[in-house]
């Protein structure tokens, strides 16, 4: 099993009290990168659901966003400063002996000066919190680790079936090498009889210039290198797991074998087929950008 980078997972819990929603999505990235936003209130539970998401993702950019709604009345309570007040009506008092005049100060009216009557928030019960919060982002991380899942079995299917492709061009630029060799040696007879029209050719000569076109032209280290690169990668891909680093590597290492044999190519033929693999090696190794 094969996961994709890109992902979403979405999760909503109602008690009769409160409500809390998870939604998750990501992209490909080249480690984890996790960005929460949520009430300010929540963020005292960052440091768990950061823990608590490393049971579902290695890699990635995941943007998470939690919202959390309170239905409960008795959440806000009014505090009353009683220090503060004495404080001014200390000041009042003496206000009123040094003007000389009434104070006239009531209730109603003390009551709206700045910090006396203050709304403040009830204390919240952590741990009940932290039980329907965990829940909703399981609910959510489970989600999200499905959608990865299925995508992750499209791209192993698409890659297999262009590392399959990519077996036949090898396997025509297997079959073809000897035979440009074979042909080299033919026109070379040929220019050279042309040449020296009833001069008797040169054996040793000829089979020493064959010789070197030959190993000039000779791709089959690289073939040989190729062939078990992709064998490889379609071996990883059916074994699973977090599998992405690993195959960038090693369709890197086709690149560079790919580049080579074109390289080297003198022939038509395999120069159309090493640009062909070229082409496929690059959308695998796109497709690859996306595997956990």
């Not at 809390?20 to 984890?32: A, G, Q």
């Not at 049971?55 to 008795?74: H, L, P, S, W």
């Not at 209730?107 to 928030?121: A, D, H, K, N």
């Not at 064998?231 to 086709?254: N, V, Y």
Request: hydrophobic content about 35%.
């Amino acid at each position: 099993m094969i996961k994709s980078m890109t992902g979403f997972g979405r999760c909503e819990i109602q008690e009769a009290e409160r409500r809390i929603t998870v939604e998750m999505k990501s992209v490909n990235h080249r480690y984890l990168d996790v960005n929460i936003k949520m009430p300010k209130k929540l963020n005292f539970f960052e440091a768990a659901i950061r823990s608590e998401l490393k049971n579902y993702i290695q890699r990635g950019k995941v943007d998470i966003f939690i919202t959390y709604e309170d239905y409960t009345e008795a959440n806000i309570c009014v505090k009353y400063n009683k220090e503060l007040a004495a404080e001014y009506m200390n000041y009042l008092n003496q206000m009123a002996e040094d003007f000389s005049l009434e104070n006239d100060v009531r209730v109603s009216c003390l009551s709206r000066y700045p910090e006396v009557f203050t709304m403040e928030e009830s204390s919240i019960d952590e741990q009940m919190l932290w039980k329907l919060l965990e829940k909703t982002l399981k609910g959510a991380a489970e989600g999200f680790v499905e959608t990865r899942i299925r995508e992750g079995e499209h791209l192993r299917n698409d890659l297999l079936e262009k590392l399959d492709g990519m077996l036949d061009h090898v396997a025509f630029i297997t079959e073809r090498s000897p035979v440009i060799i074979a042909e080299y040696r033919q026109k070379l007879e040929e220019k050279v009889k042309e040449l020296l029209e009833d001069t008797k050719i040169d054996e040793n000569r000829l089979l020493m210039e064959v010789t070197i076109f030959a190993d000039r032209v000779c791709v089959d280290e690289e073939l040989v290198r190729l062939k078990s690169h992709i064998e490889t990668t379609k071996d990883t891909l059916l074994k699973g797991g977090s599998i992405g680093r690993k195959l960038d590597f090693i369709a890197q290492e086709m690149n560079r074998e790919a580049n080579t044999i074109l390289s080297k190519s003198s022939d038509l033929a395999i120069s159309n087929r090493a640009i062909e693999l070229k082409t496929e090696i690059e959308k695998v190794r796109e497709q690859i950008q996306n595997i956990e």
